[in-house]
């Protein structure tokens, strides 16, 4: 489970076995998590968070969306 980035009170980490899914993100603070699609960045699935909370975060994996897609691509096939 490689965290690739921590914002505030969210840690971004995808798992190893992700390799066959399209390129996401997984994101928790707490008990909560979501799951975010990186391209294009859009929400898959939040358990927990509210919409607000979900806006703020859907923007910071904008924000670091080529950071994001650079990390998966070095993890899944190098």
Do not use: C
Request: proline share 6%.
């Amino acid at each position: 489970m490689p965290t690739v980035l921590r914002i505030g009170p969210y840690r971004f980490f995808f798992y190893a076995g992700d390799r066959d899914e399209p390129p996401h993100i997984h994101v928790e603070r707490d008990e909560h998590v979501a799951k975010f699609w990186l391209d294009p960045a859009r929400l898959q699935r939040s358990g927990g968070f509210n919409r607000r909370e979900i806006n703020r975060i859907h923007k910071l994996v904008e924000k670091h969306q080529e950071e994001l897609l650079r990390s998966w691509d070095e993890y899944f096939h190098d």
